[in-house]
């Protein structure tokens, strides 16, 4: 979800960056064997207690399932329990190590490792995020969403961590002809990192003209003027997002998590929130039950308690394992 805030110094972890979805591509599809086809729905669908269930019963037939390895490190990392995911990840990295998305995926898991760990810990953390998803981009140079994380990564990482701009607009370089919608988004990401909003601004808008489905675009332009205190602008850039995503999929939960935070226009975050559940198109990166505990909390806010408490208890049904009060 957009906007999010790290310790100062390690605000490189990226690997939050599928928890902002908008902010970096939408991971690349991958092949699913006709075993694993049902639970990729189930965590798709946000139904963690029995995608874990029925990935434990794969792997207890056949340990070496890669692919089933990284599935659990994946429902693991939507309950937010990083130490169990990212063993998961690890055994699928270890299992298939020329995978480029296990790596992406474990880099992600060890990033969020990082932004909970103690000043001692968290660079020694930071910079494996850095090995795995240089290691992504390695194999596979074409993967999108490897090359926005890593991208990412070298805007916000400091240089003794293995940061920098020249780096990043390598990157930039890469994206440009594979995907241009994140070509101008991480064109954008650079100019805010220099404190050029003109500029931030401008290749955001680029990126919505030239987004296939420009919905997530619009609300990475939202969490923009957000940031600008732009509130009129953000509102009206979030509207235009919901305009444009007719499948109501995850970029109403990017948009009703930026009104969250920045407190405005409630009402407008509680419908994106319940449109998004009533949807036909829940997926991996706005998973069901963290939008319903989400959504608790918010009408825990306005006084709404019983209906907050039929919201967590949703969340709960979904995913035994998740912490409500994380969202």
Same mark, same amino acid.
């Given at each position: !979800? ?66 089933? $390895?990284?599935?659990?490190?994946? +429902?693991? #990392? ?24 296990? $790596? ?8 969020? %490792? ?40 070298? +805007? ?17 370089? %890469? ?45 990475? !332009? ?22 444009? #995503? ?6 109403? +939960? ?37 939008? $319903? ?32 009060? $994380?969202?």
């Amino acid at each position: !979800m957009p906007d999010i805030y790290f310790k100062p110094w390690i605000a490189l972890l990226v690997a939050a960056i599928c928890l902002p979805p908008s902010l970096c591509a939408r991971m690349k599809s991958h092949p699913i064997s006709s075993a694993n086809t049902p639970v990729l729905s189930l965590l798709n669908s946000g139904h963690a207690n029995d995608a874990i269930l029925s990935l434990q019963k794969i792997l207890a037939a056949n340990p070496q399932d890669a692919l089933a $390895h990284n599935l659990l490190c994946r +429902v693991y #990392d939507q309950e937010q329990r990083w130490t169990e995911a990212v063993k998961e990840c690890q055994t699928a990295v270890q299992m298939q190590p020329g995978n480029s998305e296990f $790596h992406l995926w474990l880099g992600r898991s060890i990033g969020q %490792q990082a932004q909970r760990a103690s000043l001692l810990t968290a660079p020694g953390l930071a910079r494996k995020v850095h090995t795995e998803f240089q290691t992504a981009v390695q194999l596979d140079p074409r993967n999108v969403a490897s090359l926005c994380d890593l991208g990412k990564f070298f +805007v916000d990482a400091p240089g003794f961590l293995g940061g920098g701009l020249d780096k990043a607009q390598a990157i930039a370089r %890469q994206l440009q002809p594979l995907n241009a919608e994140k070509y101008h988004w991480m064109l954008a990401t650079i100019a805010s990192k220099e404190d050029d909003p003109a500029t931030a601004e401008r290749e955001l808008k680029l990126a919505v003209a030239q987004a296939k489905s420009p919905a997530l675009a619009w609300m990475d !332009m939202a969490a923009f003027y957000a940031r600008r205190k732009n509130f009129p602008a953000m509102e009206q850039a979030i509207r235009n997002g919901m305009a444009a #995503d007719t499948n109501n999929d995850s970029a109403l +939960v990017d948009g009703a998590s930026i009104l969250i935070r920045r407190k405005q226009n409630l009402p407008l975050a509680e419908q994106l929130l319940r449109q998004y559940l009533a949807s036909a198109h829940l997926s991996e990166e706005a998973p069901a039950f963290q939008v $319903h505990a989400l959504l608790g909390k918010l009408l825990a806010r306005q006084g709404k308690t019983v209906a907050a408490q039929q919201e967590f208890a949703a969340a709960k049904a979904l995913a035994s394992g998740y912490a409500v009060g $994380h969202t």
